[in-house]
């Protein structure tokens, strides 16, 4: 059947197009016919970064690739399908710890980083990710800082590791004194931007409050060398920029509600001119409110909210 | 001399016959698709990511090229029966090894030198018209002439690997000498364990013994420096040199021995 001549050739062609054409239909319709779980089990057959490193070689920067891009495809996944499963709810409590809604990220990230101890990009990823509120990260704030220190063992020198070992304890630890800490030894390594030692000294002097934060997420914006570096300290920056005009409006409503005796509506708040309209938070979302609390939307990029600490950190006597 | 070239030559153009040279094909496709591919994938890790892909697929891609071929430079001789006409001709038997070898080398050095130019040409590519922002990521430039010195030492493991393989292939079968060769590669990659063998066995004379292998087996992991120049870790040239070396020594050797067998063996 198979010839050398041109009409044998194009019926060749021709023979295996419709063959393939065939074969993606009878795919096409198995798949509707017997759907495939759109869940799958994520699962790590290996977990130890030092097993891998001999399995792979002199191929193990290869590897510690392809681990970082399951830990990014991973991380990913995880989140839209948190997303998908609604493990946002319209007027839930912000920050419900779920210590197991990413299992295998730290895992990932620690092989990869094992693979190639030089991989800087994992440990700042993994600072941001493990230290962050469920659902858009892991809430393991000391898996994150076990991360860095991983780094710091590798490259001593690293001050971008010990400024986010201190930017983990400020912002999802509150330990204000260990922060200061941090980025009072980063600002010691030479090399190291001159800010780091002022925010050691605001930061020790007023950590958590949100003058002090905004400086640092200035600061981190300023010297962040990656984009998503970069958009997540716009983000961090613009949640305080929340946080200030929800207290203004929290402000208003209980001056509001002390003197006409009711918990008003936004309308209510309109019609009596205390608001000009519905307020927007700062990426065009409407604030919500209820019970006389103003709160931001789940369906704000920006939620969930930092945690504030009631106290501000004392200054060391 | 003039032999040894001509057979060399001879090689290289049997290799470009058998489509050696495909491989060179796949390796810019391979290339190519990535940089698309993993510039979505990456996170802003895109040109490390290359680098190791460009630098590991040419290691892998050379290492596959210098066993298979290396394994049937003589062994194919002698199944063919074309090693009676050869040596019928005034040409001594170490002169055809020697010159398989070279030829192979040749062979070598050339699908190195495009898969370095096509690296170097993606890596280009992508990093073409990007901003200055953009490049603050980069812990070194993307067309760091330091990744030579990473391709030149792969390309003096892969003279080392050829050598091992034509050696085993002067005496044993194929399937052997491969399976043989491929072992010796693994075993190179982590001779360093043979040096600190006391730490993991309390037997002083199994300590010795191991310490005794590490000096006699080849040292291959001291040729891979990809991950240090993907990362900007200053390689001396001292290193490369005393490297580089090491390899010719270590090659002198095996050829030598390759010669010593195959002029004693017997193709009766």
């Known amino acids: ?317 | 001399m003039r032999v040894t070239a001509a057979i060399a030559i001879s090689v290289f153009r049997e290799s470009v016959r058998d489509k050696v040279l495909y491989n060179l094909v796949f390796f810019a496709m391979l290339l190519t698709a990535s940089s698309y591919l993993i510039g979505q994938l990456t996170a802003g890790q895109d040109v490390k990511i290359i680098k190791d892909l460009g630098l590991s697929a040419t290691s892998l891609f050379g290492l596959f090229i210098a066993v298979f071929i290396g394994i049937g430079l003589v062994s194919k001789e002698v199944e063919r029966r074309s090693i009676y006409s050869l040596l019928a001709k005034p040409i001594t038997r170490g002169q055809l090894v020697l010159g398989k070898y070279c030829g192979l080398t040749l062979t070598l050095a050339v699908n190195i030198g495009v898969m370095a130019l096509a690296l170097y040409a993606v890596l280009a590519y992508m990093t073409w018209g990007l901003s200055a922002e953009a490049r603050l990521v980069w812990e070194t430039a993307p067309l760091d002439p330091a990744l030579m010195k990473a391709v030149l030492l792969i390309f003096f493991e892969l003279m080392l690997v050829t050598a091992l393989a034509l050696f085993f292939s002067t005496f044993s079968s194929p399937m052997l000498s491969a399976a043989l060769t491929f072992g010796l590669y693994i075993v190179g990659h982590f001779s360093g364990d043979l040096r600190n063998f006391q730490q993991v066995v309390d037997s002083p004379a199994a300590a010795r013994f191991a310490r005794g292998l590490y000096w006699v087996l080849p040292n291959l992991a001291q040729f891979d420096v990809k991950n240090d120049v993907v990362h900007g870790v200053h390689v001396p040239v001292g290193y490369l040199a005393m490297t580089g070396a090491y390899a010719a020594v270590y090659i002198a050797m095996l050829l030598a021995i390759s010669m010593l067998v195959f002029s004693r063996r017997d193709f009766k």
């Open chain 1, 1 to 317: 059947m198979i010839g050398r001549s041109p009409g044998a050739v194009v019926a060749t062609i021709g023979v295996v197009g419709v063959l393939l054409a065939a074969a993606v239909q009878l795919q096409a319709a198995r798949e509707r016919v017997y759907p495939q779980a759109r869940e799958t089990e994520q699962s790590l057959y290996l977990r130890s970064g030092i097993a891998l490193r001999r399995m792979t070689g002199a191929y193990n920067a290869l590897a510690a690739d392809l681990y970082w891009i399951r830990a990014i495809q991973y991380y990913g996944g995880t989140k839209q399908r948190l997303d998908a499963l609604g493990a946002v709810r319209p007027g839930s409590a912000p920050l419900a710890p779920a210590a197991d809604a990413y299992p295998l990220l730290y895992p990932l990230l620690d092989i990869a980083t094992t693979l190639d101890p030089r991989f800087n990009i994992a440990y700042r990823f993994g600072a941001i990710y493990l230290a962050e509120s469920y659902p858009r990260g892991a809430n393991r704030p000391d898996l994150a800082i076990t991360l860095l220190e991983k780094g710091l063992r590798e490259r001593p020198d690293k001050w971008e590791y010990m400024e986010d070992i201190g930017f983990v304890h400020y912002w999802f630890r509150h330990d204000f004194r260990a922060a200061a800490d941090w980025f009072k030894r980063a600002s010691d390594v030479p090399g190291a931007p001159w800010w780091l030692r002022s925010m050691s000294a605001t930061t020790l002097a007023q950590g958590g409050d949100r003058q002090s934060s905004r400086a640092m997420w200035t600061a981190i914006r300023q010297s962040a060398e990656l984009e998503w570096l970069r958009n997540d300290a716009d983000r961090r920056l613009l949640q305080l920029q929340a946080l200030d005009v929800m207290d203004q409006l929290q402000s208003a409503i209980t001056s509001y509600a002390q003197r006409s005796g009711v918990q008003p509506d936004w309308q209510a708040l309109v019609s009596a001119r205390v608001l000009r309209g519905m307020p927007l938070d700062p990426t065009g979302t409407p604030f919500e409110l209820s019970d006389g609390r103003v709160h931001l939307s789940t369906s704000s990029p920006l939620w969930p909210l930092p945690e504030e600490p009631a106290v501000a950190v004392q200054p060391p006597s």
